[in-house]
C-alpha cells in the first residue's frame, strides 16, 4: 500500500492567503491542486513536504479568457476544460491535440495546466505545447506579479522559475493571424508519457510564406524550441521538402537516452517524423485559418 | 483534521490524518467496500467514483481534498431499491467478469450519460480509457453501457417483471 508520509494540510482561500501560506511554512511546504502529479511522487516517497497547501478552491485561477489579442489560461484550469473549450481548439488546435493524448478522461478531470508546468516532467506535453506558441507566465509572490517567458520558466526537469513562496497564475497565449499549430505524440499505449512527441506552431505571411514558425520536442532532452529548424522555414512557401529539412534539423538537435520506452536511434527517427507531421499539420490550419 | 461531505446522499463526518487518501477513507472510515483499491498508481480506474458528479480515481485524491464536496460510490448508484440503468446494462450484457473494474466503470458509464445521453461506442470507449479491464471484457462492457442509453428509465426487472426486455446489442446501436 502506497501512503504519503505524514504532513500537516491548509486550505488556501485565495492567491494572497496562498502565498502568506507558503511564506509561513516555508520551503517544505507544497501547494497541491489537481494532485496527480504530486501524490504519485509522494505516495512513493519521492516528495515529503511538510506542509500541503490546497488551492483547488482558488476560483480566480480557473478560466479560459479571450482578451484583446491573447488568450488568457488560469494555472488552476483543468485538462478537461482546456479540451473542451471551443476557443481553444478554434485559436491554438495544438493545446486540443495535446490535451486529447496526456493521461487519460479521468485523470483530466483533475490534473491542471499549472500543475504540469510546474511539475516540469522532462516528458510533458504541456511545456512543449507552451514553448511553441511563445507563451507567457505570470507567477505570483510576495514581492507581486511578474511575467516571464517559457524559456525563462524552464529550469531544466522537475525545476521552473516559479520560487517556493510563489505560485503561477496565469499563462497567456499571444493570438496571432494566419496561424496553426499542432502536436503530434507516439506513445507506447494510450494514455502513456510520450515516446516522443513534436509540437509546431506557424504564422504565415500574406503571400503564403512562413512569417514565423516554432517548434519543439517532448521527452528527447531539448530545452525549449529548435531556433535552427525554426529559421530554415522563414521566408519560405511551406511544401513537403520543407518540412522534412526541418524534422532533419529538429532530430539532429535533439538529444534522446535509451530508456524502457525505446532506443535512442528510434527516438531520433520519431523526432524527424513527427516534426515533419506536426509543421504539415500547423500550416495546413494555418492556410485554413480565419483567426486574425 | 475533521471532514465533512456527502457521501451517496449522506452527511458523513470524520477526524483523519491528512495523508488519508479518499479511496481508504471510502473503504475503511465508511466501510463502502464496493470502491476497489487496485494499482495505487491512477492507471488502472477501479477506485474511480464521483466528486460532485465527475469521475475520479479516489487513490490520487487526498480525502482532506474531498471536504465539502459530493461523493457517489457503487452503492449510490441504485435508488430505493431500484437499479440505476447501468447496472441493469451490466446484467443484461454480461458486463462483468471478475467484477474487479465493474464499480469505476460502472460510475464512469454514469457520468458519461448524465453529460451525453446517447454516446456512440467511440466516446464509451474514450470515457473509459483510463480504466482497466483485466478479463478484457471491453466490447461487453460498452454495449452494458448503450444497454443503459437505449433505456435510461429501466427498471429492476424484479420489480417490474422484465419490462427493460432482454434487447441486444444490434437493437441497441441500430
Known sequence: MQIPAAFDYERASDVANALALLERHGPESRVIAGGHSLLPMMKLRLARPDWLIDINGLAELDFILREGDQLRVGALTRHAALLESADVAGLFPIIRDAERVIADP??????????????????????????????????????????????????????????????????????????????????????????????????????????????????????????????????????????????????????????????????????????????RRACARAAAAGNG | MQISMKVNGNDVTRDIEPRVLLVHFIREELGLTGTHWGCDTTNCGTCVVLMDGQPVKSCTVLAVMADGHEIRTVEGLAADGTLDPVQQGFMEEHGLQCGFCTPGMMLTARALLDRNPHPDAAEIREAISGQICRCTGYATIVRSVQWAAAHPLAKDPAADDGAAGASTAEEVTA
Open chain 1, 106 to 279: 479521468v485523470v483530466r478531470n483533475r490534473g491542471t495546466i499549472g500543475g504540469s508546468l510546474c511539475q516540469a516532467d522532462p516528458a510533458e506535453d504541456l511545456s512543449t505545447v507552451c514553448d511553441v506558441l511563445r507563451a507567457l507566465a505570470v507567477i505570483r509572490g510576495p514581492d507581486g506579479e511578474r511575467t516571464v517567458s517559457m524559456a525563462d520558466f524552464h529550469r531544466g526537469p522537475y525545476e521552473t522559475a516559479v520560487a517556493h513562496n510563489e505560485l503561477l497564475c496565469e499563462i497567456r497565449y499571444p493570438i496571432r493571424p494566419r496561424s496553426g499549430s499542432a502536436y503530434e505524440k507516439v506513445e507506447r499505449r494510450v494514455g502513456d508519457w510520450a515516446i516522443v512527441a513534436a509540437g509546431a506552431a506557424v504564422a504565415l505571411s500574406a503571400d503564403g510564406t512562413v512569417e514565423d514558425a516554432a517548434i519543439g520536442l517532448t521527452a528527447v532532452g531539448l530545452d525549449g524550441t529548435v531556433p535552427e529548424a525554426e529559421a530554415v522555414l522563414h521566408g519560405r512557401q511551406p511544401q513537403e521538402d520543407l518540412f522534412a529539412e526541418a524534422g532533419r534539423i529538429a532530430a539532429a538537435a535533439c538529444d534522446p537516452v535509451a530508456d524502457q520506452r525505446g532506443p535512442v536511434d528510434y527516438k531520433r527517427h520519431l523526432a524527424e517524423e513527427l516534426t515533419r507531421r506536426a509543421l
